[in-house]
């Protein structure tokens, strides 16, 4: 099993960075490209998720963004540093909007089959995965 490890303040700047290598390693893992899009798009809105909750809550750590290639699946993990403290509710503020924090979940769900979010005192992780190509696992 080979991991790709990605560590990067959080800054907004810094998401397409993760997503780019995130769609190279998954195709180099064997992601069937019709799917890449969608990888793309999950790794994004998982970065953009754990920016903001760091800029939220003015947390000073990393966002890490592990990439593991597993024998039949593509396993993507992101991982914040901002405690449960910076998890907002699940309606904006004054009740008008809906919050951020609830349409990335949203998206993620709509885009990934095989989701898992966790939060905890000392940060949240988001597990998202792919089947990798029956072509990919011949080789």
């Known amino acids: 099993m080979a991991t790709v490890e990605l ?3 959080a800054l907004p ?3 397409r960075t ?3 290598v995130a769609a190279a390693v998954a195709r180099r893992a064997g992601v069937d490209e019709s799917v890449l899009d969608e990888v793309r798009l999950a790794v994004g809105e998982a970065c953009s998720r754990a920016v903001g909750l760091h ?3 003015d947390v ?3 966002v890490r963004v592990a990439l593991i290639d597993q ?3 593509f396993l993507i993990e992101v991982e914040d540093e901002a405690g449960l403290d910076t998890v907002p509710s699940a309606g904006a503020a004054d009740g008008a909007e809906p919050d951020e924090d609830a349409l990335g979940l949203a998206v993620l769900t709509g885009l ?3 989701l898992e979010v966790t939060a905890g005192a000392g940060g949240g992780l988001i597990r998202m995965s792919w089947p990798v190509s029956a072509d990919a ?3």
Do not use: I, P
């Open 137 to 139: 696992l011949a080789l």
């Open 7 to 9: 560590r990067f303040s």
């Open 13 to 15: 700047e810094h998401v």
């Open 60 to 62: 000073k750590g990393a």
């Open 112 to 114: 990934v089959e095989d």
């Open 18 to 20: 993760a997503r780019l």
């Open 55 to 57: 800029r939220r809550g």
């Open 71 to 73: 024998k039949k699946r």
